[in-house]
């Protein structure tokens, strides 16, 4: 089994008489080789705008993605996001709306599910409508938190399920028709000094499904907790 993939990708900042105008295009080459190719190329095209001030922050686009995979989509989507200080260095709320078609390679499954057996049935994830507020900050200058609720409707997401011919591993499976996420996360980040950054997530996700019976082999609850010293 191989895998290749790189992305490159040139941005361009027109001049504008207020804010800041951005433009970018971008190319993923996905190629897995078994016993044949597969090839899963995505041509991607940006334009947003960007104003702020002191107290709110406002960004506006449109991004595109493009296939030259079996079903050779054109994707568009939003850009919209709001921030604004509610209360300087403490309160920050946002809020936005987007979408995206998210690269899945053998490598991300893999790295989701180790005992993932290699797939030439692999899907891009596509997420047509992103919805997304919450509140950030921190309580002092050493601690900081986020709190936020997330909505994505979902197409091509992959579940896993056990493989028949070995139940020790897992095969991908897509839910026909669309799959959303409800996602409620929390985190605290703690940094007593400069090279020391401590943080602490909590995730609960609730998915709704069409075909499936239920979320294969992805749980509902999630707590991380890391540490960096440089």
């Given at each position: 089994v191989h895998e290749n993939n790189f992305m490159v990708h040139a941005n361009v900042f027109p001049s504008v008489p207020v804010g800041e105008l951005k433009t970018g295009v971008s190319f993923d080459y996905i190629n897995f080789y078994d016993d044949s190719a597969n090839n899963r190329n995505i041509l991607r095209f940006l334009i947003n705008y960007t104003y702020s001030n002191d107290i709110y922050h406002l960004h506006a686009g449109f991004n595109t993605a493009s296939t030259d995979s079996s079903d050779k989509k054109f994707h568009l989507y939003p850009m919209l996001e709001g921030t604004a200080n509610v209360v300087e260095d403490y309160v920050t709320a946002f809020a936005g709306l987007s979408g995206n078609l998210e690269k899945e390679t053998y490598k991300s499954l893999a790295g989701e599910n180790p005992y993932f057996v290699p797939s030439h049935h692999i899907r891009n994830t596509n997420i047509p409508l992103e919805l997304y507020a919450?509140?950030?900050?921190?309580?002092?200058?050493?601690?900081?938190?986020?709190?936020?609720?997330?909505?994505?409707?979902?197409?091509?997401?992959?579940?896993?399920?056990?493989?028949?011919?070995?139940?020790?591993?897992?095969?991908?499976?897509?839910?026909?028709?669309?799959?959303?996420?409800?996602?409620?996360?929390?985190?605290?980040?703690f940094k007593p000094d400069e090279r020391l950054d401590i943080h602490t997530d909590f995730d609960f996700n609730s998915y709704t499904v069409n075909k499936l019976s239920y979320p294969y082999q992805l749980p509902s609850m999630e707590w991380t907790l890391g540490a960096r010293y440089n």
């Open positions: 919450g509140l950030r900050g921190g309580f002092s200058a050493s601690t900081s938190y986020t709190a936020s609720v997330n909505y994505k409707k979902l197409t091509n997401y992959a579940f896993f399920e056990n493989d028949s011919e070995d139940t020790k591993r897992f095969v991908e499976v897509y839910d026909s028709g669309k799959t959303s996420l409800v996602n409620f996360h929390a985190g605290v980040g």
